[in-house]
């Protein structure tokens, strides 16, 4: 359990949740984090999920995409972030080609992030896919989809691209919503297309969409917790919105620190320190 005090705990949403909010045009919102403290803060907040995204070797290791994530990887950062939301649906992203080499070797990443804690699990595309959808969903594992710009195609796509401009490549996508959701994909994100193009997807299958970078009509949003808090200076997408200045609040905070050290104001012997 958290050791942050939840006021007026909003209770887990389920997989019936998700359909019910696109059926009353309610909307939802996720929010990507990788670590327990996150999640924490993440859990006392509105918010009603968190995805566990490979997208976590770039922000948290810094490498260039997200191929160097690894099943191990996510299962980790998803048992943090398990500890520290307890009270919210939980994504575990499935790493590149996890699920690229049979279902035997599929299944076995699909159990290590579900025995880390996640209530679900994602993977991009839907050609070549359709096959181990179908088979973790009877396994009794909730798959969320995602399809347009998929960071784990980004060397196929030639860099990170808008996808579905072209009206082949929006067809194709168009097609692969309709597959993953005749697969039994419970949700399906979005990601860096047309607006018009996700609004008619969205209105197309009977599933929610998650949309980032595709416009306002989909069911729900998500943000990565770093770039919705401006941590992420260097990275600023068109489709990120900052809601916080973090970098520049966690610098002064760090640089008031470094000065109070060195004037010796911090620590106060009375206020900090013990008899």
């Given at each position: 359990?958290?050791?942050?005090?939840?006021?007026?705990?909003?209770?887990?949403l389920?997989?019936?949740?998700?359909?019910?909010?696109k059926a009353?045009?309610?909307?939802?919102t996720?929010v990507?984090?990788?670590?327990?403290?996150?999640?924490a803060?993440?859990?006392?907040?509105?918010?009603?999920?968190?995805?566990?995204?490979?997208s976590?070797?770039?922000?948290?290791?810094?490498?260039?995409?997200?191929?160097?994530?690894?099943v191990?990887?996510?299962?980790q950062h998803?048992?943090?972030?398990?500890?520290g939301?307890?009270?919210?649906?939980?994504i575990g992203?499935?790493?590149?080609?996890s699920?690229?080499k049979g279902l035997?070797?599929?299944?076995?990443a699909?159990?290590?992030i579900?025995?880390?804690?996640?209530?679900?699990?994602?993977?991009e595309?839907?050609?070549?896919?359709l096959?181990?959808?179908?088979?973790i969903?009877e396994?009794g594992v909730p798959?969320?989809?995602?399809?347009?710009?998929?960071?784990?195609?980004?060397?196929?796509?030639?860099g990170?691209?808008v996808?579905?401009?072209?009206?082949e490549?929006a067809?194709?996508?168009?097609?692969?919503?309709?597959?993953?959701t005749?697969a039994?994909?419970?949700?399906l994100?979005l990601?860096?297309?047309?607006s018009?193009?996700?609004?008619?997807?969205?209105?197309?299958?009977?599933?929610?969409?998650?949309?980032?970078?595709?416009?306002?009509?989909?069911t729900?949003?998500?943000?990565?917790?770093q770039?919705?808090?401006g941590?992420?200076?260097?990275f600023?997408?068109k489709?990120?919105?900052?809601?916080?200045?973090g970098?520049?609040?966690?610098?002064?905070?760090?640089?008031?620190?470094d000065?109070?050290?060195?004037?010796?104001v911090?620590?106060?012997l009375?206020?900090h320190?013990y008899s």
């Amino acid at each position: 359990m958290s050791v942050y005090p939840i006021k007026n705990a909003k209770a887990l949403l389920s997989i019936q949740d998700f359909q019910k909010r696109k059926a009353e045009g309610q909307k939802l919102t996720m929010v990507t984090c990788y670590d327990y403290s996150s999640a924490a803060v993440v859990n006392a907040s509105n918010v009603d999920c968190i995805l566990v995204g490979d997208s976590v070797s770039m922000v948290l290791y810094g490498y260039p995409d997200t191929l160097n994530a690894t099943v191990d990887m996510i299962a980790q950062h998803t048992q943090a972030v398990a500890r520290g939301a307890p009270h919210k649906f939980i994504i575990g992203d499935l790493p590149f080609c996890s699920y690229r080499k049979g279902l035997v070797h599929t299944m076995d990443a699909v159990e290590k992030i579900m025995r880390a804690g996640a209530k679900a699990v994602k993977l991009e595309g839907a050609a070549g896919n359709l096959k181990a959808i179908r088979h973790i969903v009877e396994s009794g594992v909730p798959v969320m989809g995602h399809l347009g710009l998929t960071p784990q195609s980004i060397h196929a796509f030639g860099g990170f691209k808008v996808q579905g401009r072209d009206p082949e490549v929006a067809a194709k996508i168009i097609r692969e919503a309709q597959e993953v959701t005749e697969a039994g994909c419970f949700a399906l994100v979005l990601e860096c297309m047309p607006s018009e193009l996700a609004r008619e997807i969205t209105e197309m299958i009977n599933i929610p969409t998650i949309g980032i970078g595709a416009g306002p009509h989909t069911t729900g949003q998500v943000l990565v917790f770093q770039d919705l808090l401006g941590i992420q200076q260097s990275f600023k997408p068109k489709f990120v919105k900052h809601y916080l200045n973090g970098f520049e609040l966690m610098r002064t905070a760090f640089n008031a620190y470094d000065e109070e050290v060195k004037s010796v104001v911090y620590p106060d012997l009375k206020e900090h320190g013990y008899s």
